[in-house]
């Protein structure tokens, strides 16, 4: 009987001991959002958010399984319970509490503003703007129909008109498009002018049009050349109603430019809003402030765009949680504790210099 009990005690304990040195292993749901989740080339994850994280999952005792989803991807995994936690800079919004709950906030920033540096029109830049493909190709546009009207009348004036227009085809080709570009520029040298009906109703229509074509092709050449003031133009919110803002779908700016009423377009991922800014096919970017600086700086771009110092909203990053989660509390004592130690200020630093 006793050698009975001492076996029931045994396993009691070796299933306490299990218990106590087993540690629990988490599902943790993240996206990446450099400075703040990065996935290095050796599949390792790492960043502001996951240093935090790896020290609050160390207090715990717990071990953890990553998935990699996008920002509309994690919400819903977070949402429908399918991830223990959330590891990514999730802004804490009314809307997003709705469907889930937040850790106390570890970073507080704000949304800011992206848009071209400003041009100083030194000469370097000036060479640039004639090398720039807006210049370059309104100047092949102007070539082409010089081209076309120059061969239109040398078509009909080449057997009639041998004077202005003989010569091999090279030759009579090149005086149509002389002809064709001093009667489009008014300057009428006279030493050509077409003699046939079929020329001469060319080069009536030619007049005419050119009229219409060198205005469109002047005000052209002279917008590829002129120096954008951009400073002047976006320096806060109200600048951005007349001007194609770019952001991030699903993301928290978008929400706030939805509710601002203004029309932007949307990216999947905040790289991709900053590349289009630095091509010029958007004229500024809104989105979390530290993730734009970190990425304007990554990819070299200080000296194309920048960040208006002016916060259009504060952003307060948390850890995201399925509702009830058992886990949030200890979380947040966690948090709390790693947040007010000197080590966590370190961090920060050593990722922002600030």
Do not use: C
């Amino acid at each position: 009987m006793k050698k009975t009990n001492m076996g029931v005690g045994l396993i009691f304990v070796l299933l306490f001991i299990s218990s106590v040195t087993h540690s629990q292993n988490l599902i943790v749901g993240t996206k990446i959002a450099e400075p703040f989740v990065v996935k290095e080339a050796n599949g390792k994850w790492s960043g502001v958010s996951f240093e935090l994280w790896n020290e609050i999952a160390d207090e715990m005792n717990v071990e953890y399984t990553i998935k990699q989803y996008d920002l509309e991807g994690l919400i819903d995994a977070v949402s429908k319970g399918e991830v223990d936690i959330g590891v990514s800079p999730l802004t804490i919004t009314a809307d997003r509490e709705k469907i889930f709950d937040f850790s106390h906030p570890y970073y507080i920033t704000g949304l800011a503003i992206a848009v071209p540096a400003k041009d100083e029109g030194g000469v370097f830049s000036v060479i640039g703007r004639f090398l720039s493909t807006e210049f370059l190709g309104t100047l092949l546009i102007l070539l082409s129909i010089l081209g076309g009207v120059g061969a239109l009348a040398w078509f009909f004036e080449r057997r009639r008109n041998k004077e202005d227009f003989g010569g091999s085809t090279a030759e009579g080709l090149f005086s149509g498009v002389w002809w064709a570009a001093v009667t489009m520029t008014t300057v009428g040298y006279g030493d050509k002018a077409p003699k046939t009906v079929g020329g001469r109703i060319v080069g009536l229509i030619w007049m005419f049009a050119a009229l219409i074509i060198i205005s469109g092709i002047t005000a052209a050449i002279t917008s590829a050349l002129t120096v954008k003031q951009l400073d002047s133009q976006i320096q806060g919110l109200n600048d951005l109603r007349r001007a194609n803002v770019g952001s991030v779908n699903g993301s928290s700016s978008e929400e706030f430019l939805r509710g601002e009423k203004l029309v932007s377009k949307l990216f999947d991922k905040p790289i991709d809003a900053v590349n289009a800014l630095a091509k010029g096919k958007i004229d500024a970017v809104v989105y979390d402030a530290p993730i734009l600086k970190y990425l304007i700086k990554s990819q070299n771009l200080n000296k194309k765009i920048k960040v208006l110092p002016s916060n259009l909203q504060p952003q307060h990053y948390g850890f995201s949680l399925p509702s009830g989660s058992k886990i949030r509390e200890k979380v947040n004592q966690i948090l709390l504790e790693k947040t007010n130690e000197s080590q966590w200020q370190d961090v920060i630093f050593n990722y922002f210099g600030d």
